[in-house]
C-alpha cells in the first residue's frame, strides 16, 4: 500500500490492482506513515491549520475513520517509524519509543541535530533501531527498541548518512558491500530492500533507481564491524588482503578509490524527470519466478511499476504508471 498526504487530507493506495482505497479531506497532513498495510496510520500535521499542527501525532483508523489518540509533542515531528510492536516518533534531536499497544512512551534518547529524521525501525519483532550517533561522521548507533538497550555502533560510511534502510528481518550486522551509484555527485532519496534481501534498490535526483545484488557478496572487509548475532561483542575484520588493498589505497587519489572501490549496479529504471523527490521499494520475486517489480512513488504525484528480469539485468520495463492525485491542486506533502 501506498500512504499520501497532501495541503487536503490524506490517501491510501493499494498497488495490486492499484486503486485509492481509502482518503480523507480534513486537513493538511505532512506525515503518513501506515502499519504496513493495516487499517493503523500515523499522521502528523504539515502546520496549515491549527487542529493539524505539525508537533501533534494522530493514530488513525481508516476502517473506522476515527482518530485512535494523540500525542503532542515540544518541536516539530520530523519522522515517524512503526512496528507490531513498537512506535518510533523522530525530533529533531530526540527520538521517543511508544508501546504501539498501549501507546505509553518507554524511553526518550537525546540525539545531534537530525533534521532529516534519519531513523530506520526493523519491520521484524526483533525492533531493531538504527540512527546517526552525532559525535563521528557516518556513525550509527544500533538500538534494541524492545529491551531499550544500545546494541552497537557501527562505522557505516565516510561521511554524514542521508539515507538509511533495514531488511525485512534486521539481523544483518556487519558491512557486505560498498555500491557505486555513479560517477557524478547526486543526491540519495531513499533506498530499500526486497524482501528476500537478495536486491538492493537506490533513487536520486538524476531520475534514475539503481538497483543493486546482495548475492554472492563477501563481507569481509576492513573496518567492517559484527555483531554475531546482532547482541554479541564488536569484532573488527583485518583480512590480509585488506593489507593489500590499503597499500594499494595510498597511492591513489581519494576520490579514484572511492570509486575503485563500489560495485556498479546490474539494473536500473529511468523516470520521466529528475530532481524529484521520490521513495522506492522492490517486490518479489515470489516462488519459481524470475521477475521483481521496482515501485517508486514521487513527490509531484506519480506511481511507476517497473519489471526487472533478474536473470538478465540491465533496463527495467515500465509496465504502468499512475497519478497519486485527482488534481493540480491536490499538492502531495508526503508519500510511503
Same mark, same amino acid.
Given at each position: ?218 563481507? !569481509?572487509? $576492513?573496518?567492517?564491524?559484527?555483531? @554475531?548475532?546482532?547482541?554479541?561483542? +564488536? %569484532? #573488527?575484520?583485518?583480512?590480509? *588482503? !585488506?593489507? $593489500?588493498?590499503?597499500?594499494?589505497? @595510498?597511492?591513489?587519489?581519494?576520490? +579514484? %578509490? #572511492?570509486?575503485?572501490?563500489? *560495485? ?73
Amino acid at each position: 500500500c501506498i500512504s499520501v498526504g497532501t495541503r487536503q487530507g490524506f490517501f491510501v493506495y493499494s498497488c495490486e490492482p492499484f486503486a485509492r482505497s481509502f482518503q480523507d479531506a480534513a486537513g493538511g497532513i505532512g506525515l503518513a506513515e501506515m502499519l504496513f498495510s493495516s487499517s493503523l496510520i500515523v499522521l502528523v500535521g504539515a502546520g496549515e491549520q491549527p487542529a493539524f499542527s505539525p508537533r501533534r501525532l494522530r493514530v488513525w483508523n481508516t476502517k473506522t475513520s476515527a482518530a485512535i489518540c494523540d500525542l503532542n509533542f515540544v518541536t516539530a515531528v520530523l519522522g515517524v517509524q512503526l512496528n507490531r510492536q513498537r512506535l518510533v516518533v523522530v525530533l529533531e534531536k530526540k527520538i521517543y519509543i511508544f508501546d504501539i499497544n498501549s501507546m505509553q512512551v518507554l524511553n526518550t534518547l537525546d540525539t545531534s541535530s537530525n533534521p532529516k529524521a534519519l531513523c530506520v525501525l526493523s519491520p521484524a519483532d526483533n525492533g531493531y533501531l538504527a540512527f546517526p550517533a552525532g559525535g563521528v561522521a557516518g556513525e550509527i548507533v544500533l538500538y534494541d527498541a524492545i529491551n531499550l538497550s544500545v546494541l552497537n555502533a557501527v562505522q557505516a560510511h565516510r561521511g554524514m548518512p542521508v539515507a538509511l534502510t533495514m531488511n525485512a528481518t534486521g539481523t544483518f550486522g556487519k558491512k557486505r558491500a560498498t555500491f557505486r551509484r555513479g560517477s557524478y555527485p547526486a543526491t540519495i532519496y531513499s533506498v530499500a530492500f526486497n524482501p528476500t534481501s537478495t536486491l538492493l534498490c537506490c533513487s536520486s535526483d538524476t531520475g534514475t533507481v539503481h538497483i543493486f545484488s546482495l548475492t554472492g557478496l563477501e563481507s !569481509a572487509v $576492513t573496518g567492517s564491524y559484527s555483531l @554475531s548475532p546482532m547482541l554479541g561483542p +564488536v %569484532t #573488527r575484520l583485518e583480512p590480509k *588482503a !585488506a593489507t $593489500t588493498k590499503a597499500m594499494l589505497s @595510498s597511492y591513489l587519489p581519494s576520490s +579514484v %578509490t #572511492r570509486i575503485a572501490e563500489g *560495485a556498479r549496479d546490474f539494473a536500473y529504471a529511468r523516470l520521466r524527470s529528475a530532481n524529484v523527490p521520490n521513495l522506492c521499494a522492490l517486490r518479489g520475486p515470489l516462488p519459481g519466478s524470475n521477475h521483481v517489480q521496482v515501485l517508486v512513488a514521487t513527490i509531484d504525484g506519480l506511481f511507476y511499476q517497473y519489471a526487472l528480469d533478474i536473470t538478465t539485468g540491465g533496463e527495467c520495463v515500465l509496465e504502468r504508471e499512475h497519478m497519486l492525485r485527482d488534481s493540480a491542486s491536490e499538492e502531495i506533502e508526503a508519500a510511503y
